[in-house]
């Protein structure tokens, strides 16, 4: 009897050691489970920053991309007299026809130049011009604006055969970019007008 009694506080005490030890174990993974969920929460805010840290940083140099892009586009304005809502839409149109920027502006350049060479004489241009049967000036003897000249060029582009004599005449008004060009001429003034988003031209100069 005794001995069963005794067997009996022996269980009795291992079982409550064993729950005891149980206890504490789920203690220490409830702390732990914690623990992950802070650790996961941290990691969550982490990335949080981070995401905003890069959408910021996207959208500063977009903006930046604008406004350098603006400046860009004013100075050329200023250089060729066409406005810059018109030399943004010239770009983007440019991009289609594989055009990059550098060329179309050392193009827009030349082509005031070559304008106004013409218009004083200069056989050369003169003559470059006139193939296409174009004048360089307005009726009243006045130089036409750039942007409408460069639109008329483009429309007889736009009828002209590739080859060697559309080349040379591209050459001949645009310089060196001339041949580069040509694909975005020969899209005539649609093309050169289609993306025309009339940006500010306060914000340009600005």
């Not at 269980?11 to 149980?22: D, F, H, M, S």
């Not at 990691?43 to 892009?69: E, P, Q």
């Not at 770009?91 to 304008?115: C, H, I, P, Y």
């Not at 004048?135 to 009828?159: C, H, N, Q, R, T």
């Amino acid at each position: 009897m005794a001995a069963k009694f005794g067997l009996l506080i022996d269980a009795k005490t291992k079982g409550e050691n064993n729950i005891k030890r149980l206890g504490n174990s789920m203690q220490g993974v409830e702390g732990k489970a914690k623990n992950l969920g802070m650790a996961v929460r941290g990691v969550g805010n982490a990335f949080k920053a981070l995401f905003a840290a890069a959408a910021v940083a996207g959208f500063s140099a977009f903006v930046k991309g604008a406004i350098d892009s603006a400046d860009a586009f004013g100075k050329l304005s200023t250089r060729t007299g066409i406005a810059a809502d018109k030399l943004q839409a010239y770009a983007n149109a440019g991009k289609l026809a594989d055009v990059s920027q550098s060329d179309l502006e050392t193009g827009l350049r030349t082509l005031a130049r070559t304008q106004g060479e013409a218009a004083d004489g200069v056989k050369t241009y003169s003559e470059a011009y006139s193939k296409l049967g174009l004048s360089v000036k307005k009726a009243d003897g006045s130089l036409k604006p750039s942007d409408e000249l460069l639109g008329e060029i483009a429309d007889k582009f736009a009828d002209l055969p590739n080859g060697p004599e559309k080349a040379a005449i591209a050459m001949d008004i645009f310089g060196r970019s001339g041949s580069k060009l040509i694909t975005l001429l020969n899209g005539g003034t649609e093309a050169l007008e289609r993306f025309n988003y009339e940006t500010s031209e306060n914000f340009a100069q600005n």
